[in-house]
């Protein structure tokens, strides 16, 4: 089975530009998840999919992020515009539907904002 | 949410069993443990999880404490490719992992 992948793997901007960030999650999945780690800090949940509803988005920092789901398959994060502390590596994961699944997570992004 | 406990790094001798501890001591009833790694340049991997009774798969076995305050993941046999940053993670019901700042383990050949 083909694991989630993330697309761009590194991304270079300047403040003030956008990035998007997409998620492919594994087929099948119907729970998404983005996570992201800033420099010398842990990893920390943004937000949850089930489907193409958000089901939890407590962890957004601002509302200079978007995610979105459409039609409940991959998954866009778009950061605009961005900020230097928006620095760091944005991971995505999916899980089975039923509760207490394993996550599986890609290889992150990492984005650099100059 | 608060977050998990573990040391900064630890260092093992390959071939040799390594038990890598975690303290969760405000864990409510309900959150599972979920141990996953990450290798330099990936995502981090699942490892093992559990919520009241020890657990066994292949890649190690997941120790929890009967009040469950700690846990320990025990690699029975240790190899210079489970040298990675280990977590130690809370699971609540809605699937939303907590980390911590992870364990750093190398492995001398």
């Known amino acids: 089975e083909a694991g989630v992948t993330q697309f761009p793997s590194h991304s270079v901007i300047e403040k003030g530009q956008t990035v998007t960030l997409r998620c492919d999650p594994i087929?099948?999945?119907?729970?998404l998840y983005w996570y992201r780690r800033v420099m010398g800090k842990e990893i920390k949940f943004l937000l949850h999919?089930?489907?193409?509803?958000?089901?939890?988005e407590s962890g957004m920092p601002n509302n200079r992020f978007l995610a979105e789901r459409t039609g409940g398959t991959y998954s866009t994060l778009k950061v605009q515009p961005a900020e230097l502390e928006d620095s760091g590596v944005y991971f995505c994961?999916?899980?089975?539907?039923?509760?207490?699944?394993?996550?599986?997570f890609g290889n992150g992004t990492r984005l650099t904002v100059t | 949410d608060a977050k998990t406990t573990q040391p900064n790094s630890m260092e093992s001798n390959e071939e040799e069993p390594v038990h890598l501890p975690c303290n969760h001591s405000t864990i409510s009833g309900t959150d599972y443990i979920h141990w996953y790694r990450q290798l330099p340049s990936q995502g981090p991997e699942y490892v093992i999880h559990?919520?009241?009774s020890n657990v066994n798969n292949r890649m190690a076995s997941l120790a929890i404490a009967e009040d469950r305050k700690s846990s320990t993941l025990i690699l029975h046999r240790a190899t210079l490719r489970d040298a990675a940053v280990y977590y130690c993670?809370?699971?609540?019901?809605?699937?939303?992992?907590?980390f911590g700042q992870g364990t750093e383990l190398s492995v001398k050949p």
């Open positions: 993670t809370r699971y609540n019901q809605g699937g939303k992992l907590i």
């Open positions: 999919f089930v489907k193409e509803s958000k089901q939890d």
């Open positions: 559990g919520l009241t």
């Open positions: 994961a999916s899980s089975q539907l039923r509760g207490n699944s394993p996550l599986h």
């Open positions: 087929s099948g999945h119907d729970n």
